[in-house]
């Protein structure tokens, strides 16, 4: 019985440290474009900086990047432009975009929603859904990274609060090279 019992518990703390390592684990990152890519669809503002998200319409963690990102909209009202890319494969079935993330990725990008195939999000160099991007004006980089601190996490973050800073001219440098937390946009 403590040999069954103590088995259990191995099993149980196993799979417990499995689950915890996956909420943990960033995706996969690859370089971004120091200068917004002038061959892109995704039209960038000019007056404005110009905040890009990349999502997955099927991916839990892309609900929570948007959600953060609404919330920054609010407390942020008319600072910046959003442009909200996601992926739709060719090979997708007709209801692929019939998600309550594609729905809050329309309310929060209003008109710079946009389906790819794929193409926008290598242009950027995004691999994770909720890799999110901010450019300023003038087209230079600002902030690259996720605004999440885990998968499906909403609230206070890294990289929300960079963007923040960024955004009201508490931080200058760029922020760049943050952890995103979702699934893999490609594959």
């Known amino acids: 019985m403590r040999l069954a019992m103590a088995a259990w518990i191995v099993a149980v703390?196993?799979?417990?440290?499995?689950?915890?390592?996956?909420?943990?684990?960033?995706?996969?990152?690859?370089?971004?474009p120091v200068r917004w890519p002038e061959q892109s669809h995704l039209v960038r503002a000019a007056e404005l900086p110009t905040l890009v998200v990349f999502g997955h319409p099927q991916c839990g963690c892309t609900?929570?990047?948007?959600?953060?990102?609404?919330?920054?909209?609010?407390?942020?009202?008319?600072?910046?432009?959003?442009?909200?890319?996601?992926?739709?494969p060719a090979d997708a079935p007709?209801?692929?975009?019939?998600?309550?993330?594609?729905?809050?990725?329309?309310?929060?990008?209003?008109?710079?929603?946009h389906a790819e195939d794929g193409l926008e999000s290598r242009r950027f160099g995004a691999e994770t859904s909720g890799t999110v991007l901010l450019y300023a004006s003038d087209g230079h980089l600002l902030f690259s990274g996720g605004i999440t601190d885990t998968r499906s996490h909403e609230g206070v973050s890294r990289g929300l609060i960079a963007l923040e800073e960024l955004l009201t001219g508490a931080r200058t440098e760029p922020v760049?090279?943050?952890?995103?937390?979702?699934?893999?946009?490609r594959g």
Do not use: H, S
């Open 94 to 113: 007709q209801n692929w975009f019939d998600t309550d993330t594609v729905r809050l990725a329309r309310e929060v990008a209003g008109g710079g929603f």
């Open 63 to 88: 609900r929570a990047t948007l959600n953060n990102l609404r919330t920054l909209q609010a407390k942020l009202p008319g600072r910046f432009a959003v442009r909200v890319a996601m992926t739709q």
């Open 13 to 32: 703390l196993g799979a417990g440290a499995l689950i915890w390592d996956g909420e943990l684990k960033p995706g996969a990152v690859r370089p971004t």
């Open 176 to 185: 760049t090279g943050l952890p995103v937390f979702g699934c893999a946009l």
